[in-house]
């Protein structure tokens, strides 16, 4: 584990400990450890977007009232090359945002070790399988290597949702898993994928959040995910990541959400 990361997530802890010792009834107890939840799940997402030449990048992450375990991260790497990650830790609360950091910190660690994304899978979930023990969490994860200058997103789905990838021949895919989330089997083997990015091609990876919000009746669903992606097609990354998420609370009406939402949008638009 890098000493960087180590000393972050040591951090976190301290801070959550001496928090929580401020307070003394249960409500103030559960609300401090809400707040928490939510600083550390901030803590470990990255505050500025690295550059990948000829793509457009966009990320956001929204916390609900019971703060789960979404991340998100750009890492780049060796040779120009960009790791993507987006994924869902099952559970809620302090635990969950613990989780969250660690998945994050194996996954660079692996990412630092290996270059296929099936060995950084492999790695980081034998990891998590260790420290998940007998619990039962797992971690929907997805990791794609962006290489700009290919122009290529080469990728393990690891039990997460499909992200969708609008073509700018208005067809639309899906990236379908490769092999279970992590923390459910050790020594599972993952397939990779590859897909081509042209100009104008759109890719939005996202947590159940998003398609999970729902009104008094219904949930906002992946039809609904589609048809924003498509009316803003043209737009920038982050247009696009700021109309799903209006659309999302137009849905929900000021409904009481308890999933977090996060979101990476992926533009192709060109070299130069």
């Given at each position: 584990m890098p000493n960087r990361e180590f000393e972050q997530l040591v951090e976190a802890i301290n801070r959550m400990v001496a928090t929580i010792r401020q307070y003394g009834t249960e409500f103030e107890h559960r609300q401090a450890e809400v707040t928490i939840a939510a600083e550390i799940q901030r803590?470990?997402?990255?505050?500025?977007?690295?550059?990948?030449?000829?793509?457009?990048?966009?990320?956001?992450?929204?916390?609900a009232r019971e703060v789960g375990g979404d991340l998100h991260d750009l890492v780049p790497l060796t040779a120009g090359r960009l790791a993507v990650v987006c994924a869902d830790v099952s559970g809620k609360g302090i635990p969950?945002?613990?989780?969250?950091?660690?998945?994050?910190?194996?996954?660079?660690a692996a990412a630092s070790r290996y270059a296929a994304?099936?060995?950084?899978?492999?790695?980081?979930?034998?990891?998590?399988?260790?420290d998940a023990g007998e619990r039962g969490t797992f971690v929907t994860?997805?990791?794609?290597?962006?290489?700009?200058?290919?122009?290529?997103?080469?990728?393990?789905?690891?039990?997460?949702?499909?992200?969708v990838l609008l073509r700018a021949s208005r067809e639309w895919e899906t990236l379908e898993p490769t092999g279970p989330a992590l923390g459910l089997l050790c020594g599972a083997e993952y397939a990779e994928a590859e897909v081509a990015l042209d100009d104008g091609d759109l890719l939005l990876l996202y947590t159940d959040g998003v398609i999970e919000a729902i009104d008094?009746?219904?949930?906002?669903?992946?039809?609904?995910?589609?048809?924003?992606?498509?009316?803003?097609?043209?737009?920038t990354a982050a247009a696009v990541a700021d109309a799903v998420l209006a659309a999302v609370d137009a849905h929900v009406a000021g409904a009481e959400q308890f999933d977090d939402i996060t979101l990476v949008v992926c533009r192709a638009?060109?070299?130069g």
């Open positions: 803590a470990f997402l990255p505050r500025a977007l690295p550059d990948a030449p000829g793509f457009d990048l966009a990320a956001v992450s929204r916390t969950a945002a613990l989780f969250m950091a660690l998945t994050r910190t194996v996954l660079r994304p099936a060995k950084v899978v492999r790695a980081a979930n034998e990891s998590i399988c260790e994860t997805f990791y794609g290597v962006l290489r700009p200058e290919r122009r290529t997103l080469r990728y393990v789905n690891a039990g997460h949702n499909p992200p008094t009746e219904e949930e906002f669903g992946e039809d609904r995910l589609r048809q924003v992606v498509a009316a803003h097609r043209g737009a638009i060109g070299e």
